[in-house]
């Protein structure tokens, strides 16, 4: 008989309560109910109540047909820690077979876990994951099929993965692809811990952060893209790395190079890797000329002189960077050991719905036995 696989469910969030609940509420209706939902609050402004969160949610779940169960376990970071390092706390403290990610201002169609987990019966698979709903961006839709799912050419990161309706997954193939989309992706938790988890050297607007951690699984195995496996995205206005861009064209700009030139020397040969990168910024500057961005955000360039320079600027730290990571590997000094936030709180509760009784459960020797362990 074989073993069915379990999913940990991990949740970054920062200042997004309104968003965290859809979130959530879409996580308590999965038809294949995860093992365990869980949350790091990378150290929001205002204290999450997870109990009152919790039971908000709860009373707008339609009654189960079939019993539900799953545990929730709630992290708080004792300081801002990013992205990175937060889902890095949740794969470590993650008891799944499988760990699947989804943005807090996101949300996920009923039967995404379902999707997800039967691809894992191959073995050969060590990632899985689908296209994201944008709810809300200006962007073209997909109106004939997409030859090549993803790809990295001439210093373009290119990809298909985000869709404007859900009928036009007709549009997506299913396909074995070279990395995934950062609010819908899976993978297996022993590839996870394998590669260290994702890399913090990606920070401010956290651009590519999920590039590189699937150009780091798929060394591993293979990664599947199935367009059947649906999430929401509707953008936030406020919160998460929002806060640390403030909607600055020239900071995102900044952080935009500074982590695509450092992915390129990362995972190419330094010829490789400066060919891209010319090419990258020569593409992004006749954009910028024409005060143009390339982006799907709402960005506009109002100085072509100060975005030049914050393109600059961000390629030479990444090219910094990851020269440097080079002379670690060539003189095997790269110490990748997992980076993960410390918290300075943790609650875990067990949420149980039988027909119309719903309970909500704190477990205290769980919180106490993980707490000692993370020496909080």
Known sequence: ???????????????????????????????????????????????????????????????????FRTKILFLRNKSHAGVVASRNAGIFNASGDIVAFLDDDGYAHRDW?????????????????????????????????????????????????????????IYLPKSFVPFLQGGNMSFRRSTLLKIQGGDIAYNGNYYREETDLGLKASKIGKLYFDPEALTYHKTAKSGGCRDIICDDINKFFYFMFKNTIYLFFK?????????????????QIKLILK???????SFSVSSRHESISAVLRGSF????????????????????????????????????????????????????????????
């Open 1 to 67: 008989m074989t073993r069915v696989c379990t999913i940990s469910v991990v949740v970054s969030t920062k200042n997004r309560l309104s968003s965290l609940k859809k979130c959530i509420l879409s996580l308590l209706k999965q038809s294949y109910v995860p093992k365990e939902i869980i949350i790091v609050d990378d150290c929001s402004d205002v204290h999450l109540d997870l109990q009152e969160l919790l039971t908000d949610n709860i009373l707008k779940i339609r009654i189960n047909k079939k019993p």
């Open 113 to 169: 876990l379902k999707k997800l987990v039967k691809h894992y019966k191959n073995t050969k698979i060590v990632g899985v994951g689908g296209p994201v709903i944008e709810k809300g961006r200006k962007m073209m839709p997909v109106i004939k099929p997409v030859k090549r799912l993803a790809f990295i050419k001439n210093g373009r990161i290119k990809s298909h993965y985000r869709i404007t309706d859900a009928r036009q997954k």
């Open 267 to 283: 995972h190419f040969n330094i010829k490789k890797a400066a060919q891209f990168t010319v090419q990258a910024i020569r593409t």
């Open 291 to 297: 005060h143009e961005t390339g982006l799907t955000r």
């Open 317 to 376: 730290r990444g090219l910094y960077d990851g020269i440097l990571l080079h002379k670690r590997m060539i003189f095997g000094k790269n110490n990748d050991k997992m980076v993960y936030s410390q918290p300075s709180s943790l609650s875990c509760f067990e949420i149980v719905i039988i027909g119309s009784s719903i309970k909500i459960i704190e477990l205290e020797s769980k919180t106490h036995i993980i707490s000692k362990i993370l020496g909080i």
